[in-house]
């Protein structure tokens, strides 16, 4: 099945710098890559997705990019905000039918500094 | 506004004790999801169901079973409770898949 590895654990950035965080899927079939935000407390939403058929999508501060020859895709956000604290999850499916469900990451502590 | 619902909220139970957890949508979603969360481990999928007859076991499924009792409703349960089942519950909803999925808030379940 598919496997997910999410990197890093915890990260730390001063308001107004940029966050970065990679994952990595093992399934070369997986082709939609959603990533989610929890707030403590929250339940998960979805902040935005990829499929495979483009390499890069913008929504304001946040863009993920997607690199399927070395199957690895990254979150962006720019000027970061105390608001974007939270945990971030990756995910990787496949539109196969029987591995249509999300596999996910082990999640991403950001904590923004104001 | 449409959303996805569980109960209980929180529940405190015994080992070896039967537990349901319950879920509900007014999305009108086919496709149902139960996942446990784990500090350190994300989400990890239990069990997950496309339409009322069609059920599928997830990464985790020993130890749980589920119900798909209409569209909108889709339960899970313990049949006998272990303390290493103590986690947070999700419940989530898509339209069809793989897309945005829709959770619900989460049963915060403690199995002593």
């Known amino acids: 099945g598919e496997n997910v590895e999410q990197h890093p654990s915890t990260l730390s950035v001063q308001e107004g710098d940029s966050a970065v965080i990679k994952c990595t899927y093992s399934?070369?079939?997986?082709?939609?890559f959603p990533w989610y935000k929890q707030e403590l407390g929250k339940r998960p939403q979805l902040i935005i997705d990829?499929?495979?058929?483009?390499g890069e999508k913008k929504d304001q501060r946040i863009a993920v990019t997607l690199n399927k020859t070395a199957k690895h895709f990254s979150l962006h956000i720019t000027e970061t905000q105390p608001e974007d604290s939270a945990v971030y999850f990756c995910a990787a499916s496949s539109m196969d039918t029987g591995r249509r469900a999300l596999t996910f990451g082990s999640g991403t502590r950001l904590q923004v500094q104001p | 506004d449409a959303d996805v619902t569980q109960t209980p909220r929180n529940r405190i139970t015994k080992t070896g004790k039967r537990i349901m957890l319950e879920c509900s949508q007014t999305?009108?979603?086919?496709?149902m999801y139960w996942y446990r969360q784990d500090p350190g481990l994300g989400l990890r999928l239990i069990y997950y169901s496309f339409d009322v007859k069609d059920i599928n076991k997830g990464e985790i499924s020993d130890g749980y079973s589920v119900s798909r009792q209409a569209q909108a409703k889709f339960s899970l349960s313990l049949e006998s409770a272990i303390p290493n089942q103590t986690a947070l519950y999700f419940c989530?909803?898509?339209?069809?898949?793989?897309?945005?999925?829709?959770f619900g808030p989460g049963t915060r379940l403690t199995v002593l």
């Open positions: 990829i499929r495979s058929n483009v």
């Open positions: 999305k009108g979603h086919d496709r």
């Open positions: 989530a909803t898509s339209d069809w898949a793989p897309n945005e999925q829709f």
């Open positions: 399934d070369s079939a997986s082709n939609y």
